[in-house]
């Protein structure tokens, strides 16, 4: 059974930091990229940020030079390190995971920014 397990959300003032993890298990194919999206309400879901097997990395120009992602291969784990945060960045974060034909996401963490 796939669990994607996610924590790390919270409530935070607005400049401050939060760090999101997401522990991946009972994934038995070869995983391509893990990555964090998120929702703001009434809005799309949006890429957050993205880390391949191989380390490359993509981020939505929003989250560039603030968040910074990062992955542990041996453990299946994914970082999301958050600074200077700002209200706009309230939402509720997914973790993702994909392999060659399938994809599975996290139950989700609220991350809520007060300004």
């Known amino acids: 059974q796939v669990r994607l397990v996610e924590s790390g959300g919270g409530l935070v003032q607005a400049g401050g930091s939060l760090r999101l993890s997401c522990a991946a298990s009972?994934?038995?194919?070869?995983?391509?990229?893990m990555g964090w999206y998120r929702q703001a309400s009434g809005k799309q879901r949006e890429l957050v940020a993205q880390?391949?097997?191989?380390?490359?990395?993509n981020s939505a120009d929003s989250v560039k030079g603030r968040f910074t992602i990062s992955r542990d291969n041996a453990k299946n784990t994914v970082y999301l390190q958050m600074d200077s945060l700002k209200s706009e960045d309230t939402a509720v974060y997914y973790c993702?995971?994909?392999?060659?034909?399938?994809?599975?996401w996290g139950q989700g963490t609220q991350v809520t920014v007060s300004s």
């Open positions: 880390i391949s097997s191989g380390g490359s990395t």
């Open positions: 009972g994934i038995l194919s070869s995983i391509n990229a």
């Open positions: 993702n995971v994909r392999g060659s034909g399938w994809q599975y």
